[in-house]
């Protein structure tokens, strides 16, 4: 398996970031390394998701640090260009998904019906991204899927949160889980950093208790 993913299973909650401002980055790449989980999708919603993945690994180059929400082969390389390790993308977008593999970029495009599915395995992935998680069908429909595809993992995204996460996580075809909880903008945004890395501290206790 790709180093980069091997990386991201081992931490197996990523926390997905919206950063509305690049002053913000730091501070955030601190409470998440903190807080036992260092590691962050920084979608590309906002100007300064590519600022903020750079600022995030020079502060921490240690840190695993990809862009989310990607929708065009600009933005892979923008994001590849600012320090991204990873790009995940919130439908399965074959420019995307061929441009990633030719360039040999990690890519986990999501995907939430079989013929996606087979369209990944198709292009040798191993690990796709599962969007939106909760409202798609949740851990059911992941197995459902999971039987006939028997060469994929899954990453859920997507109404992930403390209380179901477990469910996940204890299932041996999650490759680990998107989760948007512990990195709420309402948290960035009013600075409160002791707060994320609490529940960051937390998340990461989650996957320690159910992986060991």
């Known amino acids: 398996m790709n180093t980069v993913l091997e990386k991201i299973k081992k931490m197996g909650i990523v926390p997905v970031v919206v950063i509305e401002n690049e002053k913000d980055a730091v501070p955030l790449a601190d409470a998440l390394c903190n807080g036992g989980l260092a590691c962050a999708e920084v ?19 240690e840190m695993l640090v990809g862009a989310g929400t990607v929708l065009t082969v600009e933005q892979v390389d923008r994001a590849v260009q600012a320090g991204a390790e990873f790009i995940v993308s919130p439908g399965f977008d074959p420019e995307i998904v061929d441009y990633c593999i030719e360039k040999k970029i990690p890519v986990l495009p999501g995907c939430i019906t079989p ?46 949160n403390p209380e179901n996460v477990k469910k996940y996580l204890e299932y041996d075809r999650i490759f680990a889980c998107g989760g948007s909880w512990m990195v709420k903008g309402k948290l960035i945004a009013e600075g409160r950093f002791d707060e994320i890395e609490k529940l960051t501290r937390e998340a990461a206790e989650i996957v320690k208790n159910i992986r060991g």
């Open 43 to 61: 979608t590309f919603r906002t100007a300064a998701a590519g600022e903020a993945i750079r600022l995030m690994k020079e502060a921490h180059p």
């Open 115 to 160: 013929s996606e599915a087979a369209r990944a395995v198709r292009r040798g992935l191993s690990v796709i991204k599962f969007f939106p998680a909760e409202q798609a069908g949740g851990l059911a429909f992941i197995k459902a899927m999971a039987a006939p595809y028997t060469s994929l993992s899954f990453m859920p995204t997507g109404g992930i």
